[in-house]
């Protein structure tokens, strides 16, 4: 009777386990037990996450991806997305820039890899970049990928114009992030600049142009049961490879501060929902995790199996050491370095800037 209504409207208990093994068996999660998943009551989420557990260690094993952010270009947007400390008319306190030189950009980016990350994600602000912004991420990437071949680079600039996604690929560019962040019937409510089409056609293209797809969402703005199951179905859709979860930090100077709807349970039940929908995808821990989930922030690493280390775009994060005693603490490893060891010495920066990959960090 997982996750059915009786006649008289109350719902059954969600029996975990079950709607896990039918996902592990290759049937797709439906929406019904995904709204269920969501609603599963307090005191059962912690079966719910060793149930959707299962489906992380199945595919990830006990690996924590460790992904690092360097913020290219910070604020001064001209769009208007209601969640967004870089939006046009923020108040919020954040640092401003333009490009940053390419020679600051790997430096940051060097300190994130000697932290443990396999992956460094670039990120700019604004609606897209013009072909010059294209070109002075190639290069970057170049210069980047000379010295690092292993590291994987993520690009994350906007809406991509013709031609723009292949530039990157061709410069070594292996994935491109363009969250989607909430259901296409809530979007209306959280920007007017541009539409959730113009998202879900980027994401395609960088998809086209050999880019492994990177899109996510924000939780906890405002959207339903039902929109935030229409967000994640629509990733899956998508066929994203990578889904940074982030958790709504309202910053004071935007439309959105104030609004707090996040427990930290609450943050476990998406993040299994996310994981039962999309068992074998990278599910990321994105800006927020840290005032939303809490002292359960390791626990959502048994459901999550990625996160982004030390500080976000516009926003401190749990330091860089804090992040790498966690994952080892709860007995876990860091992808690319057995037994972390290469991640003894993250010597990462503390920040204050930037946008889209992580637009609400
Ligand atoms: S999310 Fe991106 S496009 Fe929207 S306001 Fe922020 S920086 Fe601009």
Redesign the pocket.
Known sequence: MTGTLRAEGVRDPLDAADVARRVRDGRALDARDALAVLRTPDDATLGLVAAAGVLRRRHFGSAVKVNYLVNLKSGL?????T??S???GSAAQILKYTWLQPREAIEQAARGIQGGASRVCLVA???GPTDRDVGRVAGMVEQLKAGHPDVEVCACL?ILKDGQAERLRASGVDAYNHNLNTAESKYQDI?TT?DYADRVATVQHARRAGLSPCSGLIVGMGESDEQLVEAVFALRDLGSDSIPVNFLMPFDGTPLAGTWELTPLRCLRILAMVRLACPDKELRLAGGREMHLRSLQATALEVANSLFLGDYLTSEGQSAEADLAMIADAGFSILGHDGGAAASSPAVRRRGA???AA?NA
Not at 77 to 81: G, L, T
């Open positions: 947007c001209p769009e208007d997305c969640y967004c870089q939006r046009l602000s604004g609606k906007g920007c541009h930037g946008t889209d637009p």
